[in-house]
C-alpha cells in the first residue's frame, strides 16, 4: 500500500461543466475525509465517511457538491455546474478510527482543479 | 467566533538555529492537536500529536508544547536545516466531531544556508 492516491493529479475545466475527483486510501482505513484549500490557506473541511456512510458535510458545502464511498473503499467527489470559484485544490485523507485520539491522517497529493 | 491564528507572515532563520512557530485558537476546546508539513503542491504530512492532558511532546529534532490556559500551541524544530524549509499547519480535534480536523492557516518557514 503505498498511501492515499488522487485522481487526476491536475484539472481544467470550462464553467458550467461537471467534474469527479477520485480517492483510493489506505486499505486499512476506515475514515476518508475531503478537503479543501485554495492558495494561502489551510485545508477547509468538506465531508467525512466512516466506511460507507457519509457523516458529516460542512454547512458551507452548496448543493453543487455530492461525495460517495459505494463500498467503503474508494470515494468520488463531484461537483456539477462548476464556477470559477470552486477553482483549488482538492485533498483527500483517510484515517483509522480505532486508534485512540485518532492519530493522524494521511493525505493524498491533491487534485488541483482550474474553473475557465 | 471560532479561530485559529498562525503567522501569516513567512518566518526566515538561520540554519542550526531553532525555529518556533505558534498557533492560537480561540473558542475550541481541543481533545488533541495536531502538526503537520506541507511541500508546495503536496498534501499535508503528518508530524506530530499532542492531547489536552499532555504539555510537551518530542519527535527527534521536532517539539510541540501544549497550553490549554493559554490556548496556544507552539511548534518547534532544532537544528534546522535547508529541506526543514515548508508550511507548518496546525490543526485541532474536537471530541466527538468523527477526529475532523480545524486547519489554521499555515506559516511558511523557510531555513537559509
Known amino acids: 500500500d503505498t498511501g492515499v492516491s488522487q485522481d487526476p493529479r491536475h484539472k481544467i475545466t470550462k464553467r458550467g461543466q461537471n467534474v469527479t475527483f477520485r480517492c483510493d486510501p489506505i486499505?486499512?482505513?476506515?475514515?476518508l475525509y475531503w478537503y479543501r484549500q485554495t492558495l494561502g490557506q489551510g485545508p477547509e473541511f468538506l465531508t467525512y465517511?466512516?466506511?460507507?456512510?457519509?457523516?458529516?458535510k460542512s454547512r458551507l458545502l452548496s448543493d453543487r457538491f455530492s461525495a460517495e464511498r459505494p463500498k467503503g473503499s474508494f470515494s468520488t467527489l463531484e461537483i456539477q455546474r462548476t464556477e470559477q470559484g470552486d477553482s483549488a485544490m482538492y485533498l483527500c485523507?483517510?484515517?483509522?478510527?480505532?486508534?485512540?485520539?485518532?492519530?493522524?491522517?494521511?493525505f493524498g497529493s491533491g487534485t488541483r482543479l482550474t474553473v475557465v | 467566533s471560532q479561530k485559529i491564528e498562525q503567522n501569516s507572515e513567512a518566518l526566515n532563520i538561520q540554519e542550526g538555529k531553532t525555529a518556533t512557530l505558534t498557533c492560537n485558537y480561540t473558542n475550541y476546546s481541543p481533545a488533541y492537536l495536531q502538526w503537520y508539513r506541507q511541500d508546495p503542491g503536496r498534501g499535508p504530512v503528518f508530524l506530530l500529536l499532542i492531547r489536552e492532558n499532555e504539555k510537551e511532546k518530542r519527535k527527534e529534532r521536532l517539539k510541540v508544547t501544549f497550553d490549554t490556559t493559554l490556548k496556544q500551541s507552539l511548534f518547534h524544530i532544532t537544528a534546522s536545516q535547508p529541506a526543514d524549509s515548508a508550511t507548518y499547519l496546525c490543526a485541532l480535534v474536537v471530541t466527538g466531531g468523527g477526529n475532523k480536523l480545524t486547519f489554521g492557516t499555515g506559516t511558511q518557514l523557510k531555513v537559509e544556508l
Open positions: 485523507a483517510s484515517s483509522q478510527s480505532n486508534l485512540r485520539g485518532g492519530g493522524g491522517y494521511t
Open positions: 465517511f466512516q466506511n460507507e456512510a457519509q457523516l458529516e
Open positions: 486499505s486499512e482505513h476506515n475514515r
